[in-house]
């Protein structure tokens, strides 16, 4: 079979030129890009720099002196030659002797021949790398390198370090992207004028060129700050558009009757706080107004948030609708149907379950009771969402854990009706303001931030491996005064298989060595749904001490009696499962105790642990996440939620940014709510519609 041909390079690339087609790339190192999501010269310039390598101070060779952090130096070739490394090793070493103004240094390549034919006597070289004193002298080790010639890549300058991938290293991704620069200026600028003008933005091709290859670290910074607005920008307009649409529409008003609200808080055993009076007040508001509601309660682990929403379904309840509540997890939907049913029981409000475990004769008459508007509160899964599930009177859904379900599944939840219903989402991960602007423009924010009186904060210790015992001895004593403990197991791998091998090895320790004496338990996500709830039961009950598990306890598990929540390998999880851990204890009248117990002890890790040690608030703990991880991961994981494409640029999101963003695209759709006086933005949106079009 005849090789296939070479495809023949182009003279002037334009932006959609194949980068299989440009000179000195070709399919084999073009598979490579495609790997980096790179197919076009337009994707090669938008492959921006993850770090730079500052060698700009360039010394005199006399001047070096041994030390871990890189020098740059420029010198001269005398010699170079090749040699093994050590007698019999395959690793050859390409060595080098460089001089300048009378001092001299070896210079050391590690197994790259090829260096013969680019390196040669009398060459000038600016070298970057580590410098070293042995028994040869000076000596610096694997340096980059780079002829001494008019404007440099290598050395010498702010080196972008790109992404990478196995046989496209930066070195040759520099030497792709510099002679596309041009290209740029082909590139129509999706920012209108008059925004760039007003923020004082770079243009498109000047903030290319220097995020490729700064002149200075200002133009960099001004570089960085351009690319996100852009992101940003896009996103803005994308939200600011669909609130307007949704407040402008037609939804399922819910008239405010104070009397209704009053009915149910009498009914209740307890007061509610000041923060969830508040919440149910702005949501009754929101409910009441033409547009449909779309607001999202985010509250710490306890603070009540489901009785708000209790209150929101009876208040629809009054106005004959009827309300979906959707959770991640059957046991999360178990739970909830559970206290919605305590509470909207005294009010005759009957509340139905539909999860994936349903029998078919159980779900047909939840499914007809709820079509033909019998039942007024259905509670469920993702099986809520299925075509033949379909609500007569739905004037309010409720999702729980929002960030778990996709934008698509939320969308056809509401779908459910032909006037677009009232929606809340809760969620126990609370949004740093910064970034649900960034992110939830089209969404309002209502916080609970008080807790109920009486629950104790959880005592929070950080357990190091020469502890565990004391940890142990924490479980036995608890246990022997009545109480009970959770263990959760991490994820080792993104495997069900490796999660449950981690929780059935754990479980058969504690058991046979550990606690052979104590009735311990065991649950993971594999188990079939009837014998996980048959566990969770036999543990909420009391007829289990210990509860081995996997995350699928992080929520919705509602235990009074557990006072100890021990976690294994704590450095593995993040900061809000952590803390959703944490909450599944303190739940009752007792002192409780969340025990962290490291692993393996990583310095970023150890980090993540104290912040949980030291902080009992979950909004606390996201601004803390938000120092610790960087506005640039926090938000790249929500842009990829939306599919946004990632520009490598969210390091530099701060919150004055944002701020600037949010209103510089309010004003835009004041002037051009169609968006339709600046092509090249109406093209841009076009092309992401599906992505943008989040309402």
């Known amino acids: 079979m005849p090789a296939p041909s070479r495809p023949t390079p182009v003279a002037v690339p334009g932006p959609d030129t194949p980068v299989a087609e440009l000179a000195g790339v070709g399919p084999g190192k ?67 002797t460089v001089e300048d103004d009378g001092a001299r240094a070896s210079v050391i390549w590690f197994n790259q021949p090829f260096l013969l034919r680019e390196i040669h006597q009398g060459d000038e070289l600016l070298l970057n790398g580590k410098v070293e004193f042995g028994s040869r002298g000076l000596t610096i080790k694997n340096p980059t390198r780079e002829h001494v010639r008019e404007g440099t890549l290598h050395v010498g300058r702010l080196v972008p370090v790109y992404p990478e991938t196995e046989g496209l290293a930066s070195r040759w991704l520099r030497e792709r992207i510099e002679p596309l620069l041009p290209v740029a200026e082909a590139l129509e600028d999706p920012l209108p004028p008059r925004v760039r003008a007003e923020e004082n933005l770079l243009p498109l091709a000047d903030a290319l060129r220097q995020v490729h290859f700064p002149d200075e670290p200002a133009l960099l910074d001004r570089a960085r700050e351009r690319l996100a607005f852009e992101q940003l920008f896009l996103l803005q307009l994308a939200v600011q558009r669909a609130k307007r649409r949704r407040l402008a529409g037609v939804g399922v008003a819910v008239p405010y009757r104070p009397e209704v609200a009053q009915t149910f808080t009498s009914s209740l055993p307890y007061r509610l706080t000041n923060s969830q009076r508040v919440a149910a007040y702005v949501i009754f508001q929101d409910m009441a107004a033409e547009g449909p509601m779309n607001r999202l309660l985010q509250g710490d682990v306890g603070s009540g948030k489901t009785v708000v929403a209790a209150m929101a379904a009876h208040m629809a309840h009054a106005a004959g609708c009827q309300t979906a509540f959707m959770a991640p997890t059957e046991i999360l939907a178990r739970q909830h149907h559970a206290t919605l049913s305590n509470l909207l029981a005294p009010h005759d409000i009957s509340v139905r379950l539909l999860v994936g475990s349903t029998s078919q004769k159980a779900r047909r008459e939840v499914i007809q009771g709820i079509a033909g508007g019998h039942d007024d509160v259905l509670v469920g899964t993702h099986a809520l969402i299925e075509d033949d599930v379909v609500l007569a009177r739905l004037g309010l859904v409720v999702v729980d854990e929002q960030h778990r379900f996709g934008i698509m599944q939320r969308q056809r939840l509401r779908a459910k009706s032909a006037v677009m219903p009232n929606f809340l989402a809760m969620t126990a991960t609370p949004i740093p303001r910064s970034l649900w602007l960034a992110m939830w423009g089209d969404v309002d924010l209502t916080d609970i931030r008080e807790m109920p009186p009486g629950r104790a904060p959880v005592q929070t210790d950080v357990v190091p491996p020469h502890a565990r015992a004391d940890a142990y001895a924490l479980v036995r004593e608890q246990v022997q005064q009545g109480r009970q403990a959770f263990v959760i197991c991490p994820l080792i791998e993104e495997s069900d298989k490796l999660e449950v091998r981690s929780a059935v090895q754990e479980y058969e320790r504690l058991r046979d060595e550990v606690f052979p004496d104590l009735r311990v338990e065991l649950l993971h996500g594999r188990m079939p749904a009837k014998e996980k709830d048959e566990r969770m039961q036999r543990f909420a009950t009391g007829q289990a001490d210990v509860l081995v598990s996997t995350s699928v306890v992080e929520v919705g598990v509602d235990i009074p009696n557990a006072t100890v929540m021990m976690i294994e390998g704590a450095e593995r999880f993040g900061l809000a499962q952590l803390h959703q851990f944490r909450g599944r204890v303190g739940r009752g009248s007792h002192a409780s105790w969340c025990l962290l117990l490291q692993g393996s002890p990583d310095e970023e890790g150890s980090a993540r642990l104290r912040a949980v040690a030291e902080n009992q608030s979950g909004f606390d703990l996201a601004e803390t996440d938000l120092r610790l991880r960087g506005e640039g991961a926090v938000l790249s994981s929500e842009m990829r939620q939306h599919g946004f494409p990632n520009a490598g640029v969210e390091d530099l999101l701060q919150h004055g940014l944002m701020e600037r963003v949010s209103a510089a695209a309010g004003r835009w759709l004041d002037q051009d709510p169609d968006l339709s006086s600046h092509p090249p933005l109406t093209a841009r949106m076009g092309r992401y519609a599906d992505v943008y079009d989040l309402d």
């Not at 495609?34 to 197919?39: C, D, H, I, K």
């Not at 041994?66 to 020098?71: M, N």
């Not at 090749?82 to 070493?93: C, E, I, Q, T, Y």
């Open 30 to 96: 073009a598979a490579k890009l495609q790997r980096l999501g790179v197919t076009t010269v337009r994707d090669l310039l938008f492959h921006l720099p993850r770090r730079y390598e500052d060698s700009r101070d360039v010394r005199p060779l006399r001047e070096l002196r041994p030390g871990p952090d890189p020098q740059a130096v420029r010198a001269r070739v005398t010699h170079i030659s090749m040699r093994p490394a050590h007698r019999g090793r395959r690793m050859m070493l390409i060595e080098a």
